[in-house]
């Protein structure tokens, strides 16, 4: 939007000032908020704010608006100094452009979509070389909250390279990377051929690690294939389905556990987890990880519904949605949302072969908003 072309008029009261834009909406600032967002009170080489709301007026009084070059000037009751706001930032708090998010695009079926087809790829030379096709990938990581990577070369530590272009990768006690492969007497089921159920991983982690990588370094031609599934999605239709259920999931904090002779781990959360405006923001499911239930006998069995309810969805082949990833392939989800799983595969007759790494939420999407604001 460009607000000095797009705004029609202003008016303004002792205690509001009111745009209405070109196209016939508007939007209210209360005299407060401006008084509070006073430019001239903002550090001008990192823009942060000088002073404390304790040191705002309590009421401080619009006494008139002037227009200047693409900017209004609000003039105070108390003579204190002018403040100059430009319509352009006026114009991104008022459609929430300043922090926009990406808009979740939720997969329920996977079962009907094709990784190949419906999700972002991206070569791997062509994510560090043009900055557009990088950003457009993340972009649909954000969105799909699953994105893959191809060619990415079958090397050791390749991955670290790989998940670089997405953002910040984080040491756990598995190390900076790990190798997922079939090893006799596993700290960790991960590391034998046996099928995994879909799960999130490392909830009883603080915080719980925002993406997930992984790349394959070798294949086993028959199993090991990988599984998907939108948490979220799945969260959304259990609360239309059986919302008792839901509530009982978002609203019960749980324990998760994990031991072996270099950790010992601990965190309590509830399985949903939601906004302040009740809007989900994570799935933490982890059937090998769970602790001991803790929960009042009273509320015990209606726990227990709920909570094999919500099992019971993600052993329903419609939501899964299955691919077998090849030698170079990386995926890259969101751990907080998309669950992941694979099928057995005999490790005696193929070694199969993936790299891991876990990448900080907030670096990937200050990856992503730094490459919109260079493109834009």
């Not at 509830?270 to 906004?275: E, H, R």
Request: with cysteine.
């Amino acid at each position: 939007m460009n607000a000095a072309v797009t705004l029609e008029r202003f008016t303004w009261t002792r205690d509001t000032l009111s745009l209405i834009w070109a196209d016939g909406t508007s939007r209210h600032f209360s005299s407060l908020w401006l008084r509070d967002n006073h430019p001239q009170d903002r550090d001008p080489g990192s823009g942060q704010r000088l002073i404390d709301v304790a040191d705002l007026p309590q009421a401080p009084a619009i006494h008139s608006v002037t227009t200047g070059d693409g900017s209004l000037l609000v003039h105070w009751d108390d003579g204190s100094d002018a403040a100059c706001f430009e319509l352009a930032w006026l114009a991104r708090q008022a459609t929430g452009a300043e922090a926009a998010a990406a808009v979740p695009r939720l997969w329920l079926d996977g079962a009907r979509l094709d990784a190949g087809r419906d999700f972002a790829w991206c070569s791997y030379g062509e994510a560090g070389t043009d900055r557009q096709a990088r950003f457009g990938w993340l972009s649909r990581l954000l969105s799909d909250g699953l994105a893959f990577l191809s060619t990415v070369p079958c090397e050791d530590a390749a991955i670290l390279g790989a998940a670089a272009l997405a953002g910040r990768v984080c040491e756990t006690n598995y190390g900076v990377l790990f190798d997922v492969r079939a090893v006799p007497q596993p700290e960790n089921l991960a590391y034998s051929d046996l099928g995994l159920g879909l799960h999130t991983d490392n909830p009883y982690r603080e915080p719980v690690p925002g993406y997930q990588a992984l790349h394959v370094l070798s294949a086993a031609p028959d199993g090991g294939q990988s599984l998907f599934a939108d948490g979220w999605a799945l969260a959304e239709y259990l609360r239309d389905a059986d919302r008792d259920a839901f509530d009982r999931l978002a609203h019960t904090a749980v324990g998760f556990s994990y031991r072996s002779k270099d950790a010992e781990l601990y965190a309590e959360r509830p399985l949903i987890q939601l906004s302040c405006s009740g809007a989900v923001t994570g799935v933490h499911y982890n059937s090998r990880s769970i602790a001991p239930l803790r929960i009042p006998d009273a509320e015990l069995s209606a726990y227990y519904r709920a909570y094999r309810r919500f099992a019971l969805l993600l052993r329903t082949e419609r939501f899964q949605l299955k691919f077998t990833l090849r030698p170079g392939d990386l995926v890259l989800f969101d751990n907080l949302r998309v669950l992941h799983g694979r099928t057995a595969f005999a490790s005696a007759r193929h070694a199969r072969h993936l790299q891991g790494c876990y990448v900080t939420r907030d670096s990937v999407q200050s990856t992503t908003a730094l490459l919109r604001r260079e493109l834009s």
